[in-house]
């Protein structure tokens, strides 16, 4: 783990819910990344549902991708990938903890922190109870997710390779 000065680079953020079932890809996603060697100054962290105590790892990095589902009406596992800058650059229909998200997002750029933020926008259907796991069709995104992923960090900040 970092101290609160260093500079963690690349932030890997998986959020979700994983007692909702696909509204966890983002944190299976950060499971399947742990058994992998990451690039020096890449870190992944399990975000949950969001929440304020993700500032401090947000602010310390240069990068954030986000991994999170969004019920938007696409096939189940479909990947979107998306650079907002504010709330209002999100898809409006991130599942319902992204609110947290997204005014933790505007709190820190207001703060005048400004890091490079890329999201991987994954498709589900409405969650309907809860439930462990994820449907088979989520499941089968999630190994292209993780290569997403690790390219995006591969790239670095700005488009540099790390």
Request: hydrophobic share 45%.
């Amino acid at each position: 783990m970092m101290s609160n000065q260093e500079s963690a680079g690349i932030l890997i953020l998986g959020i979700g819910n994983m007692l909702m079932g696909d509204e966890g890809v983002g944190v299976h996603v950060i499971e399947k990344l742990s058994g992998v060697e990451l690039p020096r100054g890449v870190e992944c962290l399990d975000g949950g549902t969001g929440s304020f105590l993700l500032l401090d790892p947000m602010q310390r990095a240069r990068k954030v991708i986000l991994i999170d589902a969004t019920v938007d009406g696409a096939a189940p596992g479909t990947v979107r990938r998306l650079t907002p800058q504010y709330a209002k650059d999100y898809p409006r229909t991130l599942t319902a903890h992204d609110i947290g998200l997204k005014d933790l997002l505007d709190a820190f750029y207001l703060l005048g922190d400004r890091p490079q933020v890329v999201l991987f926008a994954v498709s589900i259907p409405p969650p309907r109870e809860m439930h462990i796991g994820i449907s088979p069709e989520v499941e089968r995104a999630v190994p292209r997710i993780v290569r997403m992923v690790l390219e995006e960090a591969a790239t670095g900040v700005g488009g540099v390779s790390a």
